[in-house]
């Protein structure tokens, strides 16, 4: 199971990279305005730190916008695959991206309607938003469920399923029991994956029967 860095924190990505968990990293206009940084700066930056896709988005919104950015990012490093928001331009763009070698990810994803259409256009990667869901008491696992499926039944489908959106370590334990190949996930979640109680109070009585020796 693939973990990407939800972040444009180089720091964040350097902590989970020192961990093994930085197998991509994704970034949105959000988390660039957030790191504070020049866009081609941060995304070169993040692609040298890891080896696999750093998910860059354009904000074009017609077919032209979003094939004239892409191109632009894919140049960045080869490692850059263009993000773009599920629409009808954003599917034609991916089937126009596809076919000169660039490789995108569809986002936004809500429904297995979009996850489908994703597959057909060429999207290397789709990324589902599960937490989002949540957020509307809609059991965003369900989508994946669905998806997982769906995407069984043909094997030669290739996109990944990246899940994203992701708020707790039941996201992530939930995506791998359906078999997704991977998830987007902000640092503070790796770090929730790693407490449990009982292993801290576990360390605790273990110190304080050694300093009883
Ligand atoms: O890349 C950001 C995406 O994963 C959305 O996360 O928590 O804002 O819904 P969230």
């Known amino acids: 199971m693939k973990f990407f860095v939800d972040s444009a924190d180089v720091n964040d990505i350097k902590a989970a ?6 197998d991509g990293v994704t970034t949105n206009p959000t988390l660039i305005r957030r790191s504070g940084r020049d866009f081609k700066e941060a995304i070169q930056e993040i692609a040298e730190l890891v080896s696999g896709p750093v998910l860059a988005e354009p904000v074009g919104e017609t077919t ?14 080869p490692n850059v695959y263009v993000k773009i928001p599920l629409t009808k331009a954003g599917l034609e763009a991916v089937h126009v991206l596809r076919q000169e070698g660039i490789k995108s990810a569809l986002t936004l994803i809500f429904s297995p309607a979009q996850a489908l259409l994703a597959a057909k256009a060429g999207a290397s990667i789709i990324c589902p938003f599960v937490g989002r869901l949540d957020d509307i008491a809609q059991p965003g696992m369900d989508l994946i469920s669905d998806i997982a499926h769906i995407y069984s039944q043909y094997p030669d489908i290739e996109t990944e399923v990246i899940v994203a959106s992701v708020r707790t370590s039941n996201h992530v334990v939930e995506a791998a029991e359906y078999g997704a190949d991977g998830v987007t996930l902000p640092f503070k979640v790796i770090t929730q994956m790693m407490k449990h109680p009982l292993t801290d109070s576990g360390i605790e009585q273990f110190l304080a029967d050694w300093n009883k020796v």
């Open 17 to 22: 990279k020192a961990l093994g968990l930085a």
């Open 64 to 77: 032209e916008g979003i094939l004239k950015e892409g191109r632009i990012l894919a140049g960045w490093a």
